[in-house]
């Protein structure tokens, strides 16, 4: 990877234009490993809290494959590109590199601690809430907390371009 330039370890915080895109970003494609070690995509709402350092996402417990895989593989990915979904011109494509985990102690009010964050990205979220009751195992949600361990950084056109890697405190 000599083409990569690397970040020292030491030093490396999120640089405040990829925390730009995890504010803003309305899709991350969230990559998990299966029982059969095969890598499985989810695009997904990604939600971020400046200054954190973690990124979050909620599932319904109906759709649990991804939480399955996260609690047998906490290694995943979520990359970040197409400007239409970014809402900003700074940064090309992300990916990041790190440990999830699942927060299911409290299925039926735990993500609503997030709600907050989902309302910038999602302002109708609301007219949805209010038919909770409706549709109660859709909001049976379980909270995935992504912790990064790398950012790969693309500046420019990742097709033609040279990324920078940030190595995160706490990663490998």
Same mark, same amino acid.
């Given at each position: 990877m000599r083409w990569i330039a690397i970040v020292d370890a030491m030093r490396a915080s999120i640089p405040p234009e990829v925390e730009e895109v995890f504010e803003n970003a309305l899709v991350a494609l969230l990559t998990t490993v299966n029982e059969r070690s095969e890598p499985v995509t989810h695009p997904m709402l990604p939600l971020y809290e400046k200054g954190t350092g973690r990124i979050y996402f909620t599932s319904s417990v109906l759709f649990s494959k991804k939480l399955e895989h996260i609690k047998r593989n906490s290694k995943v990915s979520v990359h970040f590109s197409v400007e *239409?979904?970014?809402?900003?011109g700074k940064v090309k494509a992300i990916t990041v590199r790190g440990r999830a985990r699942v927060d299911e102690s409290d299925l039926s009010k735990g993500w609503m601690r997030l709600l907050t964050l989902w309302r910038k990205k999602e302002p109708y979220?609301?007219?949805?809430?209010k038919q909770r009751f409706a549709f109660p195992l859709f909001w049976e949600r379980a909270v995935i907390e992504v912790v990064? *361990? *790398?950012?790969v950084v693309w500046k420019d056109d990742p097709m033609t371009s040279k990324p920078v890697r940030y190595r995160l405190g706490g990663g490998s």
């Open positions: *239409e979904f970014m809402r900003t979220i609301d007219a949805y809430l990064p *361990e *790398e950012l």
